[in-house]
Structure formats: structure tokens, C-alpha cells
């Protein structure tokens, strides 16, 4: 691959790269993930693909999908949730998940990017405070529902839930891993 990044999501090329980066990622992460997993987030990958969510793949190792989502509040705001997102096992701890998201970020130009999960994967950048609720019912607690604002500030004083179509819509998607089988 002579580009850096890709984004030619719509190929069979992409989909098929981005549903083995997503398999292979969380197969060998092992822990509360297992084959399952791996199998349902890289059907996901691809089914938000197809769905039309913004897919990117960094160096062939490192993928991630971005999905609008939308402040229900405010509506007029460019927003995104950001997943999946894996790297290759080799590759990781190498800042290349850092490097996929700050170009995502300069071509999608967000106002604000969502993320759930764990305060070590993502309590660095993702670190804007905010009052802004889970897109379907979930367990997860709101601490885990990580913001990052482009613009400062847009935040504040916005207490919203929010709203999501399309596979990332899915209960199952915003399950603990262990409560997802």
C-alpha cells in the first residue's frame, strides 16, 4: 500500500482489510474478549461500512469507523462515535491509533467526537467534560463515555441525550463484552 491512510471504504479490498484488522485485533487481545468477539466487532466494521459511517484504514494495521451521531438538543452540531477501532497486536503501542484519529479528525472536521470505553484507552484525548447521554439503553456507565470537543467550549451548559441510526444502534454493540453473549 504506497498511501498512509485509506478511506475507500465502499471496496471490497477495504471492507475485507478493515473486517481483518477488527478480527485479528480482538481475537489475540484475549481477556474478556474472545473469538465471539472478534467475529461480532468485525461484522460491525463492515455492516457500518456498508451503512455508510466514515471507515479509515492507517499503515494496512490500524482501522476505525465513525459514525454521526446526533446531540438531540442540538442537532445542527457535526458530531461522531468513534468505533470500532483496532490496531494490529505487532503494531500496538507504536501511537498508530493516534495517528489514525488525528487524520480522521482533520478530514471529517467534527465539532465533537464521542467514545465509550476505558479512562486508560481513551481518558487522555477524549477529556471534555460534558452532560451528553448514550445514544441507546445501556449498562455502561456515563464515566466510560468519553468527548473530545473541536471547538471550545461547544459543550457547555448542553445537557442532551443523544441519537443514532444504523448498526451502531444496536443494544448489543453498547453491551459490557461479557454480557454481549
Not at 61 to 73: E, N
Not at 113 to 124: A, D, K, L, P, S
Not at 150 to 170: A, C, D, H, R, W
Request: proline share 6%.
Amino acid at each position: 500500500m504506497e498511501t498512509n491512510f485509506r478511506t475507500d471504504a465502499k471496496t471490497k479490498e477495504h471492507k475485507e482489510l478493515a473486517f481483518n484488522i477488527e478480527y485479528t485485533s480482538f481475537k489475540e487481545a484475549g481477556g474478556i474478549y474472545d473469538e465471539r468477539h472478534a467475529k461480532l466487532y468485525a461484522d460491525l466494521a463492515v455492516d457500518m461500512i456498508d451503512d455508510g459511517s466514515y471507515s479509515i484504514i492507517y499503515k494496512g494495521v490500524a482501522h476505525a469507523c465513525y459514525t454521526p451521531i446526533t446531540i438531540d438538543s442540538n442537532p445542527e452540531l457535526n458530531c461522531y462515535v468513534l468505533a470500532p477501532l483496532a490496531v494490529l497486536p505487532d503494531f500496538q503501542r507504536q501511537g498508530l491509533a493516534t495517528e489514525l484519529m488525528d487524520i480522521a479528525e482533520k478530514e471529517l472536521q467534527p465539532d465533537v467526537v464521542f467514545i465509550g470505553g476505558e479512562i486508560h484507552h481513551y481518558g487522555r484525548r477524549y477529556n471534555t467534560p460534558h452532560k451528553i447521554g448514550l445514544p441507546v439503553k445501556s449498562e455502561m456507565p456515563l464515566e466510560n463515555w468519553f468527548a473530545k470537543e473541536f471547538k471550545e467550549g461547544i459543550l457547555n451548559g448542553i445537557v442532551s441525550n443523544t441519537t443514532i441510526t444504523g448498526p451502531y444502534s444496536n443494544p448489543k454493540q453498547w453491551a459490557h463484552p461479557s454480557e454481549q453473549f
